[in-house]
C-alpha cells in the first residue's frame, strides 16, 4: 500500500530528527561548555519548528485518509493510532499559542529557580498565572469541550482521565495515611547512613550495579547531571546519575531508576525502530519500568542483602552491622518536605497532594496567589508537619513552571503499575528472592522485557499492564505490597 509505506517513511524520518532533538537535550544537561547555552536553544529552537511543521504536515492527513486500515495488521493499526493521534493533537494547538507557550515557559522556569532560591513564591506568582492561563487554553482547545484537565493528562498518560484518577488515589490516601502513622510509632529505628563515600567508587559501583540490571552499556552511557535522566531510544540510550558525598544512595537508587527507564528503551523489539511503536507507550507505563527495578527489586530484603556485600567492597566497613541492618537504613521511613528525597511510603502522598492543587488550578477552582495555602494545609493534614517555607512547599517542583499539568500522576500510576508487576512477577518467579540474594537479576528483567518492554507502542497504556500482568490494574497489589513490607521491616 504506497500510502502507507510513504507515511511510515515520513514518520521514521520525524523520529530520527525528533531522537536527534533528544540527544541537544542530553548534550546541554551533561558536556555543553557553558558558554553555548544561548547559540543552543536557538539551535533547538530550529529543530523544534522543523518537528512541528512536520507533525502538522497535511500530507499526513492525506495519507491517513487514502489508506485502508482494515487491511493493516496489529502493528499497523498500532502505527495508523498513534499517528493520526499525534497529527490531531499538533494540529489543534494555533502555531501563534505553541509558540508563546514556548517562550513563556522557558522564562518561567528561570523565574521559579530565581524565586524558589530567595524563598518568595510572591515573586513567581504572575509568571505562574500566565502560565497557568496559556495551559488553560492549550487544553481547550484540545478538549473540544471535554474536561481541560483530561485533556493536559492525555499528553503523558493517553486515555487516562482524571476523574478515574482521583477513585484511584482516594483508595490510596487513608491506607497511605495509617500506614506512615503505624511505622513512625514503631519502637524500631534504622539507623541512617553515616560518614563518607568518595566520588569514583559511588560511580564505579553505580556502573556495576547498571549492569547487574541488565544495562546494555554497547547502546548506552552513563555520564553526571545535575538531575538524573535518561534519554533515547532502540540503539542509543543514555542515562545519567549524581553523586552527594553523603549519601551514596541517591546514586546508587538514581542509576537502578533510570536504568528502568533504559531498559524499557533497550527493550523494545528492534523491528519498532525510529517508529511510533519505538518508545515507551505513556509516562506512566515507564515509570512502572524505573520504579520496579528501583523498589520492588532493588530496595527488597534479598537484593538489599547482595548490595550490603558489594557496598562493604567498594567503601570497605561503613558503619552498618549486616545485611539486615542495612536493609532497615536503605528502607527507612522519614518525613519530610521534598518530594524527590520522599521514602517508598511517603512518595505517593506528595504526589497526591500536587494532583489534586493542579486538577484545582486547570479547573479554576484554585487560584494562583491562594495555592501556598492550599498546598501547606493539605501537607499538615497528610504529613504532620507544617511546611517551614516555599522552597520546602509549593515552590520545589520545576513542573508546574514549565507547563507540565497532568504529568504529576503518572508517577503514582507508575507506582500503581510496578504493583501489579511485581504481583505477576513473583507468581511466575517463584525463585526471585533467591536470585536476587545473589546479585541474579536475570529473570525479573526477562520477564518485564518479555511481557511488556519489547511490545513498546503496540498497546494502550492501560492494555499494555493488563496484557503483561493477565489482570486488570488496580491500587490494591501496591498497598499489599507496602503494607506487607513495611509492617515486616518495622515490627508491626
Ligand atoms: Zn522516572
Given at each position: 500500500m504506497p500510502a502507507f509505506d510513504d507515511l511510515i517513511a515520513f514518520q521514521r524520518e520525524t523520529e530520527a530528527l525528533a531522537q536527534i532533538a533528544g540527544r541537544l537535550g542530553w548534550d546541554q544537561e551533561t558536556?555543553?561548555?557553558?558558554?553555548a547555552a544561548s547559540q543552543r536553544s536557538e539551535e533547538m529552537a530550529a529543530i523544534e519548528s522543523v518537528l512541528h511543521a512536520r507533525r502538522v504536515d497535511p500530507r499526513i492527513g492525506e495519507w491517513l485518509a487514502a489508506i485502508?486500515?482494515?487491511?493493516?495488521?496489529a502493528v499497523g493499526q498500532a502505527h495508523l493510532r498513534l499517528i493520526s493521534r499525534s497529527h490531531r493533537r499538533a494540529s489543534k494547538v494555533p502555531a501563534r499559542l505553541a509558540a508563546e507557550l514556548a517562550r513563556t515557559t522557558s522564562m518561567a522556569q528561570g523565574s521559579w529557580a530565581a524565586a524558589r532560591a530567595a524563598d518568595d513564591f510572591a515573586d513567581f506568582a504572575p509568571t505562574l498565572g500566565t502560565v497557568l492561563t496559556l495551559k488553560r487554553e492549550e487544553a481547550a482547545a484540545l478538549a473540544d469541550g471535554g474536561d481541560l484537565y483530561d485533556a493536559l493528562l492525555d499528553d503523558y498518560e493517553?486515555?487516562?482521565t482524571g476523574a478515574e484518577l482521583a477513585a484511584m488515589f482516594a483508595a490510596l490516601r487513608p491506607r497511605l495515611v495509617a500506614l506512615r502513622e503505624r511505622v513512625l510509632g514503631a519502637d524500631y529505628k534504622p539507623a541512617p547512613l553515616q560518614g563518607g563515600y568518595g566520588e569514583a567508587e559511588q560511580m564505579a559501583l553505580s556502573a556495576e550495579l547498571a549492569g547487574t540490571f541488565g544495562y546494555d552499556f554497547s547502546r548506552g552511557r552513563i555520564d553526571k547531571a545535575v538531575h538524573p535522566f535518561s534519554s533515547g531510544s532502540g540503539a542509543d540510550v543514555r542515562i545519567t546519575t549524581r553523586t552527594n558525598p553523603q549519601d551514596p544512595f541517591n546514586c546508587l537508587y538514581s542509576t537502578i531508576h533510570e536504568v528502568g527507564h533504559a531498559a524499557y528503551e533497550q527493550g523494545i523489539?528492534?523491528?519498532?525502530?525510529?517508529?511510533?511503536?519505538?518508545?515507551?507507550?505513556s509516562m506512566g507505563v515507564h515509570e512502572s519500568q524505573s520504579r520496579i527495578y528501583e523498589?520492588?527489586?532493588?530496595?527488597s530484603r534479598a537484593f538489599t542483602g547482595y548490595l550490603f556485600q558489594r557496598m562493604t567492597a567498594h567503601f570497605?566497613?561503613?558503619?552498618?552491622?549486616?545485611g539486615e541492618a542495612f536493609f532497615g537504613t536503605v528502607n527507612r521511613v522519614a518525613p519530610g518536605h521534598i518530594r524527590t528525597e520522599a521514602d517508598e511510603v511517603h512518595y505517593n502522598l506528595h504526589i497526591l497532594l500536587r494532583f489534586d492543587l493542579e486538577r484545582g488550578l486547570i479547573a479554576g477552582d484554585l487560584q494562583v496567589p491562594d495555592l501556598p495555602g492550599a498546598w501547606n494545609d493539605r501537607f499538615l493534614a497528610d504529613?504532620?508537619?507544617?511546611?517551614?517555607r516555599p522552597s520546602h512547599g509549593c515552590?520545589?517542583?520545576?513542573h508546574w513552571s514549565v507547563g507540565?499539568?497532568?504529568?504529576?500522576?503518572t508517577y503514582t500510576l507508575g507506582n500503581v503499575y510496578a504493583g501489579c508487576l511485581n504481583q505477576a512477577l513473583r507468581a511466575a518467579v517463584p525463585d526471585l528472592d533467591s536470585d536476587l540474594s545473589r546479585g541474579d537479576t536475570g529473570a525479573a528483567t526477562a520477564w518485564l522485557r518479555d511481557n511488556l518492554?519489547?511490545?513498546?507502542?503496540?498497546?494502550s497504556p492501560r492494555d499494555t499492564i493488563r496484557t503483561a500482568c493477565g489482570f486488570a490494574p488496580t491500587e490494591a497489589p501496591l498497598l499489599e505490597y507496602l503494607e506487607a513490607k513495611f509492617s515486616d521491616l518495622y515490627r508491626l
Open positions: 558536556v555543553m561548555p557553558r558558554g485502508d486500515g482494515d487491511s493493516l495488521d493517553p486515555g487516562a523489539d528492534p523491528a519498532y525502530g525510529l517508529t511510533p511503536l519505538g518508545q515507551g507507550v523498589n520492588q527489586l532493588a530496595r570497605g566497613d561503613f558503619g552498618i552491622a549486616d504529613f504532620g508537619v507544617a511546611v517551614d515552590l520545589q517542583d520545576v507540565l499539568f497532568g504529568y504529576f500522576p518492554q519489547r511490545h513498546g507502542g503496540l498497546r
